[in-house]
């Protein structure tokens, strides 16, 4: 009980370490929540720092899911585990997640769980990343919403595990991915908002499917 309780807690530990703020010290102080949406995730750091500054912050982000999923979950424990370790892992990508949306480090202001989730399902489930990557690039590239494209990607990896995968929905995967799409929408319920509305910021350079469909 104990060894899961404290992988599960330096999972948490491991998300709540920002990549947007570490990249923000190297670079002279820069503080993304005083900039933009607020946000400590890459899409912000894109939109107010430029592509070098957003790829080195996403980096980051995405190890973290890595690390929790992969390498906590396999150090040794003190007894008999209450979880079996691909269990752990499925807890580990959640913590990992929280704690990346709600650091304590940063107020409890954090990102929105994008990055770090790529990065958990990356080691967990790395055979509904293409799909995810598919649909995030597909819609970017013809409405310019990442937002849009993070929540269909969410949407995708649901679709994945109830459709395709041996396990199916009601298994420790699809449970893990129910609750992470749930988590997306939460964090990106203003972006839910803005699309209704017809405001959501747009990447215009982004959407050459678009502008190669209008031809």
């Known amino acids: ?3 899961t309780l404290l992988q ?3 999972a948490y530990l491991v998300g ?3 990549g947007g703020q570490i990249v923000g010290r190297l670079r002279g102080g820069v503080d993304l929540r005083t900039q933009g949406s607020g946000n400590l995730g890459a899409t912000n750091a894109l939109r107010t720092q430029g592509a070098g500054f957003a790829l080195a912050v996403l980096a980051i982000d995405v190890i973290k899911g ?3 999923c992969v390498l906590i979950p396999a150090l040794p424990t003190l007894g008999e585990p209450l979880l079996a370790r691909a269990q752990q892992a499925y807890l580990c990508g959640v913590a990992v997640a929280l704690g990346h949306c709600y650091p ?3 107020g409890f202001r954090g990102g929105k769980g994008v990055a770090t989730l790529a990065g958990a399902f990356g080691a967990l489930m ?3 990343l293409p799909w995810m990557l598919a649909g995030f690039a597909l819609v970017v590239m013809l409405t310019g919403y990442v937002s849009l494209a993070t929540m269909v990607a969410a949407l995708l990896a649901l679709f994945y595990v109830t459709c395709l995968s041996a396990p199916g929905l009601f298994s420790d995967a699809g449970a893990f991915t129910l609750a992470m799409v749930v988590l997306i929408v939460w964090t990106h319920r203003d972006n839910l908002k803005r699309l209704a509305a017809g405001r ?3 990447f215009e350079k982004a959407m050459v499917l678009r502008r190669w469909r209008n031809r």
Do not use: K
């Open 104 to 106: 304590p480090t940063a």
């Open 8 to 10: 599960t807690l330096l």
């Open 66 to 68: 890595v690390v929790a």
């Open 126 to 128: 790395g055979a509904a």
């Open 16 to 18: 709540s370490v920002m």
């Open 1 to 3: 009980m104990i060894d």
């Open 200 to 202: 959501e910021h747009r």
